[in-house]
């Protein structure tokens, strides 16, 4: 088996160089890296990746927490994200939190305990004040969620935004009675900034909004098929439904349809994200750039773990656009 010193021996370099090439060095030059990558493909020499991490302090791993693996809208902002880390040589740590404030906490400790080299939070349960304190254990960046009080880079879409889009939409369509139901929790920052937008566009449209046409914590198709019974109970049963997920609203679709209702004529439906599922029942839904998400948030980790920056606070705002199919 080829030795280090066997490759600076077939290079023609000294040891030392050959060690500052394996471990990316800088201020070596072009023409010595080629001679020592050439002479390792030649000797096929693999360098001890755990002798590289004790060296560089680093572990090549990246922990990224998401509220529900299930969600497609987050399985593509990961799969986006493991892309890019995969060709920087890092690997993915995915911690599941199910919106869970303990469960959040006690998976933070793992930065603490420099098990990984940063963290990139896809939702978060706990205030950014008990949040902060791990920063200075190692970089974090925020993706899909925000808090403006945060010293951490951040790349999100403006829900208010969102929330606005969607209801403008069925209004435009001629609805006066529109329900919102959100899939975050009632008090995330995602889910009161969707809903601030939804009321906006209500009030412009001087609709008074009744307290049943706002639903909270809906996830999933079941969650669906239930908003669908909880909606139509409702003495005057409302024209127009915006969820907050794709999901939720494949559910409320196929539980209205099997009450005999027809969609859109009956009960038109917006859903959010623009999931694969979206496209297949002709769902009309508010479209989240996922994975233009993962892959501009891990960047931004890249850079806080290349420069050692972990004060940044540069943030990325993305931009929804809304896809009109057959349900609205």
Not at 226 to 241: C, E, G, H, K, W
Not at 263 to 285: C, H, M, R, S, Y
Not at 295 to 301: D, I, P, Y
Request: aromatic share 8%; charged share 25%.
């Amino acid at each position: 088996m080829a030795t280090i010193s066997d490759v600076a021996k077939k290079a023609g370099l000294s040891r030392a160089t050959v060690s500052r090439v394996i471990n990316e060095h800088p201020y070596v030059t072009e023409k010595k890296k080629q001679l020592v990558k050439q002479a390792m493909r030649e000797l096929q020499y693999v360098p001890n990746s755990s002798a590289q991490k004790l060296r560089t302090q680093r572990t090549e791993t990246i922990a990224v927490y998401v509220p529900r693996l299930t969600n497609p809208f987050f399985s593509h902002v990961v799969e986006k994200m493991e892309e890019v880390a995969a060709k920087q040589g890092f690997q993915l740590l995915l911690c599941q939190t199910r919106y869970n404030k303990q469960q959040e906490l006690n998976y933070l400790r793992i930065l603490r305990g420099k098990q990984i080299d940063g963290l990139i939070l896809t939702s978060m349960e706990n205030p950014w004040s008990e949040v902060e304190p791990y920063l200075a254990q190692g970089p974090i960046v925020l993706c899909n969620e925000y808090d403006y009080d945060a010293t951490v880079p951040m790349v999100h879409l403006d829900q208010i935004k969102g929330g606005y889009i969607g209801t403008k939409h069925l209004i435009e369509k001629g609805h006066r009675s529109i329900v919102y139901c959100s899939s975050e929790p009632g008090k995330s920052r995602v889910s009161t900034d969707r809903q601030r937008g939804y009321i906006q566009a209500m009030n412009e449209a001087g609709i008074a909004i009744r307290p049943e046409w706002i639903c909270t914590d809906q996830f999933t198709i079941e969650g669906g098929k239930r908003l669908f019974y909880q909606i139509n109970q409702q003495t005057d049963r409302p024209t127009a439904v915006f969820t907050g997920s794709d999901e939720v609203a494949a559910g409320l679709i196929h539980e209205a349809r099997k009450n005999g209702l027809r969609v859109p004529e009956d009960l038109a439906v917006i859903g959010f994200d623009d999931q694969p599922l979206a496209e297949l029942i002709g769902l009309t839904t508010v479209k989240q750039p996922s994975q233009q998400l993962g892959e501009t948030a891990m960047h931004l980790m890249f850079d806080m773990i290349r420069q050692k920056n972990r004060k940044s606070a540069k943030r990325i705002e993305l931009e929804f656009e809304l896809i009109i199919r057959r349900s609205t």
